[in-house]
């Protein structure tokens, strides 16, 4: 008779375990990767469809009612709600909206991680909540306070996600000189990609698209990376002894670049959620205002939210954002 050979069970039963503790060891990694790129796909897809909508609007200023009054029972405040429900509802599917003191019902977590994956904070209820600095400034009507302190509203979309919104009904219009962050932004979306359920993590299934100026309207949606370029400074251009701005994102990571003069703006808005809130630093866009050796290019202040220009071969300090 011809002998055959086997695998013991013993032999089997090791191959087995071993499989399972390299399964154990890679699935979870491969998982997030997964779902990293899939939030990744629906950020992209959730921002083409807010700025395709808010493209649609003929005006993003002067929904709703603000009235101050001396504690917040006394105040009156429909702005968020009403720029839900009379505008952005007439251009892009809705399927459940919540007013003020409501945001849970419509899936808004009661507390999210901010982009360091670090620091846990209360999902902001109205607009100081953001970035407290947006109360400060000048405002382009000329009273004091750039943006008046509006409650966050929200809203479920067809897709899922759940999104609050927070509005400033009196937001203005382009300024060619310089102007505030606060001035021109109408609505700032925090997103939440999968309602309550976690990580709820800026960065992961959490992050901000914002809409401004009051007409033409421009819808940015930046997702920041973790840390400034080497807790240092660039120049915009290249100098004997300074690096691009524009070369210290390809050095920190080639799906790196530096935003434009709206994504950095936005990214003072939400400042909270991307650990700059503390920041009284100047921070490098990539829009220029002119060429040449001493040409001009924009620049974002994160102590007061204004927006200007100066010389490019100033050194600043310089936060990318992902491709």
């Known amino acids: 008779m011809k002998k055959t050979k086997g695998f013991t069970l013993a032999e089997v039963l090791i191959t087995l375990a071993i499989i399972g503790i390299v399964a154990a060891i890679t699935l979870p990694s ?11 796909a629906q950020k992209k897809a959730l921002h083409a469809r807010l700025a395709q909508a808010i493209g649609q609007m003929n005006t993003l200023g002067g929904y709703g009612t603000y009235t101050k009054g001396e504690t917040d029972d006394e105040t009156v405040d429909t702005a968020a709600e009403s720029f839900i429900l009379d505008a952005l509802s007439k251009v892009y599917k809705i399927n459940n909206v919540c007013g003020p003191d409501k945001l849970s019902s419509c899936g808004i977590p009661s507390k999210i991680t901010t982009l360091d994956a670090v620091s846990e904070i209360n999902f902001p209820t109205k607009m100081s909540e953001l970035n407290e600095k947006l109360l400060n400034g000048n405002r382009l009507d000329g009273e004091s306070g750039d943006i008046v302190d509006t409650k ?5 979309t067809v897709n899922g996600e759940s999104i609050a919104v927070f509005y400033n009904p009196m937001c203005g219009s382009a300024s060619s000189t310089n102007h505030y962050a606060q001035n021109q932004m109408c609505a700032n ?18 992050g901000f698209i914002t809409a401004f100026y009051n007409k033409n309207p421009v819808v940015v949606a930046p997702v920041p990376y973790t840390k400034d370029y080497s807790s240092s400074v660039a120049s915009f251009t290249s100098g004997s002894e300074t690096v691009a701005a524009q070369d210290a994102c390809a050095i920190m990571g080639e799906n790196l670049r530096l935003p434009d003069k709206d994504e950095i703006s936005s ?8 650990n700059l809130l503390e920041s009284t630093n100047y921070y490098w866009s990539s829009s ?4 040449g050796e001493k040409g001009l290019a924009w620049l974002q202040h994160f102590e007061n939210g204004s927006m200007t220009f100066n010389s490019r071969d100033m050194q600043l300090n310089v936060r990318c954002i992902y491709k």
């Open 152 to 156: 966050a509203s929200a809203f479920e």
């Open 189 to 206: 979306f925090v997103y939440d990609l999968n309602g309550s359920e976690g990580p709820n993590q800026v960065g992961k299934d959490v």
């Open 267 to 274: 990214m003072f808005v939400n400042a909270r959620f991307i």
């Open 288 to 291: 220029v205002l002119s060429i």
């Open 30 to 40: 491969l998982l997030v990767n997964v779902n990293e790129k899939a939030w990744d």
